[in-house]
């Protein structure tokens, strides 16, 4: 997802440098944690370099789960973050498809929409306390799975997107940052170029609607 969000700013000739620092499986606090290389990794590229955005993401479920925890971190995170000039985003996750084992495992919730506005309310809740932005991913997943675009944007296992999910999360993160449509962008990576237009609208209808 971040290099397609690299070549959508690149294809509508906005300069930028993206810079990833992930860790599959791994919570927000252990990305985070300054005894291991991504920690140490992490706080150095924030005290080292001034930034325009930095885009937090924990783990799915944690919103649901784990809210308190993913707040504790954000406030340690918050600090660095505004020391390296950066205004902070939430990326808003989304709610896996409606065969993942999650409706099993939480009695809170029963079907998508109802994981949605979990995650989406502990998300604005954080975005308030920081003054950050939110980058509305998941609320645009969920409009995805009750329109009639017929666009699968999860891979089988109902929680990991595929390139059309990753498409529409850069696209929702581009509009995020630059407040401004990533419609009519050119590029449209391995989509074609229908499949490109409406991500690219359902992306402008979540993040511009009123």
Not at 64 to 81: D, F, N, V, W
Request: with cysteine.
């Amino acid at each position: 997802m971040p290099n397609i969000f690299r070549k959508l700013c690149k294809s509508s000739g906005q300069n930028v440098i993206v810079r990833s620092l992930t860790n599959p499986g791994h919570s927000l606090k252990n990305t985070s944690n300054p005894t291991t290389a991504n920690g140490r990794k992490l706080y150095r590229l924030l005290r080292m370099q001034r930034w325009d955005y930095v885009i937090l993401q924990d783990r799915r479920y944690y919103p649901i789960s784990k809210p308190q925890r993913m707040k504790r971190t954000i406030r340690k995170l918050a600090p660095y973050i505004q020391a390296s000039g950066a205004k902070m985003v939430l990326y808003q996750t989304w709610a896996p498809g409606k065969w993942h084992n999650d409706y099993n495992r939480y009695d809170s919730v029963s079907n998508r929409s109802d994981y949605q506005s979990i995650l989406n309310r502990t998300i604005a809740e954080i975005a308030e306390e920081h003054n950050a932005l939110v980058a509305p991913v998941g609320t645009a997943f969920l409009l995805c799975s009750h329109s009639s675009y017929g666009i699968k944007l999860l891979m089988g296992d109902y929680s990991h997107p595929t390139v059309e999910g990753s498409y529409l999360a850069a696209c929702v993160i581009y509009n995020t940052v630059f407040s401004r449509s990533s419609m009519g962008i050119p590029y449209t990576g391995t989509l074609d170029v229908m499949t490109a237009f409406k991500l690219q609208k359902l992306a402008e209808t979540v993040c511009f609607a009123s």
